[in-house]
Every structure is written in structure tokens, then in C-alpha cells.
């Protein structure tokens, strides 16, 4: 069944000055009552609603040509919280259609995939391709919000002036996120999977694949004072972002008390920050990974951080390779509180810039392994200082250090460092203190 929306008996207008909510409601009930079907928008098309619709299932919705517009008709100045809403559907492909609140934005997210009742995983195979995204950005906003979902695909979309771009709550599975771009008008993460540390409610996400993104974080206003120290912290943000919410780096470490992400692919995303200093304004950890394992990332690059480029946390049983940090404001590639991880054939140059002058917990290095982590083996990597630069940054290629806390230290071990090639570091190719620590 294929649905011109501006045909009897809908009649949407469809030229963005009249409420086309009711067409768009009887389309997707004939939809539900025949079993599926197409609702297509002609070429040109500029559709207002004024409330959020209700997405059934084994629907397509899509643009005959071009990319038809949809934004929030708020002519009774009332909030809400999104445009479509998906609660136990399956089968649901948005394609070829640009979201344009036009600074009208909802609460919650333009699309959001949802489930309300007790079982984990209650929509199945959501696909949203070629879309837009403008203007979803209320703090705490996401442009796509899914929960409780098996089998999302998003990509060929553009993100731009929101604050979350793609956001995963709760227990999802079967993710794919590529070939998206995320411009410097994002306000927040460009990529967000959440899960939760409480194991007795196991949600997390399984089975991801994240590639060939670009994202591009934005500035942040600086929080330095005029006596050069800083007051609290940037509203700074990561281009993509994996957490479960433990902070424990102790526990994790003997198998961990928290719900993990698992079987992630990273592979060939682009994130470039404003090369800034954190607290001057600049990015949070470009690629921040927590709580996850068995994962693989490899063939990313990391530029202008203004902390790390890779920064990898409380993760277990992974490969991280082939990728690229370079001109980042404390180390390249961070490990902390992490076991049983391969680095292998990264590039690493001119990171620890320091560039705002607060960091103190010199060295940084390229690749820095700290928090207790074990084994770890790196070999094969290549640090190095860019010529286009003024001076030399990199202290170290490889730094293996302890950390103080509840005056206690916690030192790396059964690390092995080999066949690295380091050259133009401040100090050398290697800072060491663990006893353990092998070199071949």
C-alpha cells in the first residue's frame, strides 16, 4: 500500500504553514489496519504537526524526492516531548526526510524507539536513512532516542545544532551507526550508548557497529579566571560516548559489579575537536570508551582533543589498532582500570599539549596505562612529532604509571611493550613504574 499524503481522503497541505497532524494520523492508521504499507511525501514538501505521533508498525515513510521537511507546529505554545513515538513496533524504515524544528524543539527527541512494558527487548529492525536533524536541542535532547530495541540501524544522516545526536538508553541489541555526520553545532555527544550498573537490571548494548562517521566537536565557553585558575568545569563533550555508569575501576578489574557494553566494532569514524585546552573551552575525550568488552576499535583518528584522543576505561578483552591521535591535550591513547587489551599499529604524534597550562599529572605520552590495568600488550606503534608544529609535546611514547587513591597506590601490571618506533619525544621512548613491566 503506498499513501500519497496530499491525496483524499488526507489532504495534507503539506506547505508549512497549516497543521498537517490529523492527515498524518489517518495515514498511519490505515497503515495499522492493512497490515503495512508506504507513506510518501511529495517532492518539496514542508509538513507542521502539532503533537506527537504514534509510529505503527510495518511502515515506511518517505520522500518521493528530495527530503520532505517536518517540523513541530507549536502554535498553542505547548511543549512536547517528541515528534514520533515507537512503543512495541517492528518493521519501521524513515527514510529521505529532514527534521527542522526550527528552534521549536521537542523535550525528549524527534524520533524515540521505546517500550513500556517488562520485557528487555520490545521493538525490532528501526531503520532511519538519509535523514536530517536540525534544531533538536534542549538540553538533554536527543535527535534519536531508542530504548529496548533489537536491530537499529541510522545512517547517511546529518546532525546539526542539536544536543545528542544518537542516543541508546537501557538494554539494545544489533546496532548499526555509519556513515553519519555530525557537525561543530552539535551541543553535546554526537554518538551516546548508556547502560547501567546495577547487573540485577542487565541492560547494556550487544552486537554494535559504529563506522565511517565524521563528527566534529564543537567549542566550549572557557572556564578559566582571570588568575589563570580554573572555576568548575566546560559543558565540553565526547564525539562518542560508552558508558554503564561505574565508576569503581577496583572492582572492575576483578571481573567488575556493573553491566557491560559487549562485542563493539569501532572502526573508521573521524572525530576532530577545536584544539583547545579542557578547561579553555576545549573537547572532552574524543572517543571516551567505559564499561565495555570484548570490542574492537581500529582505523579511527582523533584530532585536537582537549583531553584524550582515545580514552578507554573500566574495558576488558579488546583490540585497539590501526588508529591514528594526534595534537590532543593530554595523552594519545588512554588506558585505565582495563585488562586483557592488544595495541597494536597506532599512531601517535604530538599529543600532550597542555595547551590551557592546568594539567599536571605529567607525563602523558601517547599511549598512557594507569589505574591498575593488566595485561596489556603494545607493540608495533609509532610515535612521532608533527613537523607542521612549533615545538616538541610528546614526553614519552608509552607511559606506564601508578595512581594514588585512598593513599594507596595502584600500579599497571604484566604490561609488554615491544617493536615500537619513537622519535622527536621530549624525553624518550618509554616511562616505566611497574616492576613487571616487559620489554622485548
Not at 128 to 150: H, S
Not at 163 to 171: E, K, P, S, V
Not at 220 to 244: E, F, H, W
Not at 320 to 330: D, I, P, Q, R
Request: net charge neutral; glycine share 8%; with cysteine.
Amino acid at each position: 500500500m503506498l499513501i500519497d499524503i496530499t491525496s483524499s481522503p488526507y489532504n495534507a497541505s503539506a506547505d508549512g504553514t497549516h497543521d498537517d497532524t490529523k492527515a498524518l494520523k489517518a495515514a498511519f492508521e490505515t497503515i495499522a489496519n492493512n497490515g503495512g504499507g508506504t507513506v510518501e511525501f511529495p517532492k518539496n514538501a514542508f509538513v507542521c504537526i502539532s503533537e506527537a505521533l504514534n509510529l505503527p508498525s510495518n511502515i515506511h515513510i518517505t520522500t518521493a524526492s528530495g527530503k520532505a521537511r517536518i517540523k513541530y507546529y507549536n502554535a498553542a505554545n505547548e511543549e512536547t516531548k517528541y515528534l514520533f513515538l515507537g512503543n512495541k513496533i517492528s518493521n519501521v524504515t524513515i527514510s529521505n526526510i529532514a527534521f527542522d524544528t526550527q528552534h521549536q524543539s521537542p523535550a525528549v527527541a524527534a524520533i524515540l524507539i521505546n517500550g513500556y512494558g517488562k520485557e528487555a527487548l520490545e521493538n525490532s529492525q528501526i531503520s532511519i536513512e538519509n535523514c536530517e536533524f536540525k534544531g533538536i536541542n534542549k538540553k538533554g535532547a536527543c535527535a534519536v532516542r531508542v530504548q529496548k530495541t533489537n536491530g537499529i540501524t541510522v545512517k547517511n544522516c546529518l546532525f546539526e545544532d542539536s544536543y545528542i545526536g544518537i542516543g541508546l538508553w537501557r538494554r539494545n541489541s544489533t546496532i548499526t551507526i555509519h556513515d553519519n555526520i555530525f557537525t561543530d553545532s552539535m551541543l553535546n555527544n554526537a554518538i551516546r550508548l548508556t547502560g547501567t550498573v546495577d547487573t540485577k537490571k542487565p541492560e547494556y548494548c550487544d552486537d554494535v557497529s559504529i563506522q565511517d562517521n565524521h563528527i566534529t566537536v564543537q567549542a566550549k565557553k572557557s572556564v578559566i579566571q582571570a588568575n589563570g585558575k580554573p572555576k568548575g568545569r566546560p559543558d565540553s563533550a565526547s564525539g562518542i560516548y560508552l558508558t554503564c555508569g561505574d565508576k569503581d575501576y577496583k572492582a572492575s578489574l576483578h571481573g567488575g559489579k556493573s553491566n557491560f557494553h559487549c562485542d563493539v566494532r569501532i572502526v573508521q569514524n573521524r572525530i576532530e575537536g577545536p584544539r583547545l585546552g579542557f578547561f579553555n573551552g576545549g573537547s572532552a575525550d574524543l572517543f571516551a570508551i567505559k564499561d565495555t568488552k570484548n570490542f574492537l576499535c581500529t582505523k579511527n583518528v582523533a584530532i585536537g582533543s582537549g583531553d584524550l584522543g582515545f580514552a578507554f576505561e573500566r574495558c576488558h578483552h579488546g583490540e585497539v589498532s590501526h588508529n591514528t591521535a594526534e595534537e590532543n591535550n593530554s595523552c594519545g591513547i588512554g588506558f585505565a582500570g582495563s585488562t586483557a587489551i592488544h595495541v597494536l599499529h597506532n599512531k601517535c604524534g604530538s599529543n600532550e599539549q597542555t595547551r590551557d597550562g592546568i594539567y599536571q599529572n605529567t607525563p602523558y605520552g601517547g599511549i598512557r596505562i594507569e589505574y591498575g590495568s593488566r595485561d596489556i600488550f603494545v607493540e608495533n606503534n609509532v610515535f612521532y612529532h608533527l613537523p607542521s608544529l612549533p615545538k616538541v609535546t610528546q614526553q614519552y611514547g608509552v607511559v606506564i604509571k601508578y595512581t594514588y587513591k585512598n593513599k594507596i597506590k595502584h600500579y599497571p601490571s604484566n604490561i609488554k611493550v615491544g617493536n615500537n618506533q619513537s622519535s622527536d619525544q621530549v624525553f624518550g621512548a618509554v616511562f616505566n613504574e611497574a616492576d613487571d613491566t616487559q620489554f622485548f
